[in-house]
């Protein structure tokens, strides 16, 4: 939400290229439909314990680290705050990541026995 709400302080500040504020807008809604996907993935899997929608978490996780990497480098402009989210959030998915790779090697092992 907060990342919204600067891109449009950037459109306010700055002036974009004609069409390049719409691809931002797409992006920055793309990353919340899948943030919003992958959570309820995530949160799905560790409640049934099942390894195949953990790995679609984890794929889903890779997905949204590659749209923040995104919005850190290859933006039209990126302000101090932008990387400042952008790293927490980088962060904090590479720790979710490493959490659901663990838990679904866990609940592989649970599945066999």
Do not use: H, P, W
């Not at 990387?83 to 599945?111: D, Q, T």
């Amino acid at each position: 939400m907060l990342s919204f709400l600067l891109l449009f302080y950037k459109a306010y500040i700055f002036s974009y290229v004609a069409g390049y504020f719409v691809i931002e807008i797409l992006a920055i809604c793309a990353l919340l439909g899948l943030q919003i996907m992958r959570i309820y993935i995530g949160s799905k899997g560790n409640k049934t314990e099942s390894s195949i929608i953990m790995v679609l978490f984890l794929a889903c996780t890779a997905a949204s680290c590659a749209v923040n990497i995104y919005f850190v480098q290859f933006q039209t402009y990126v302000l101090v705050v932008d990387i400042i989210i952008g790293i927490a959030s980088l962060v904090a998915g590479g720790l979710e990541f490493l959490f659901a790779c663990f838990a679904a090697i866990e609940f592989k092992s649970l599945e066999n026995s």
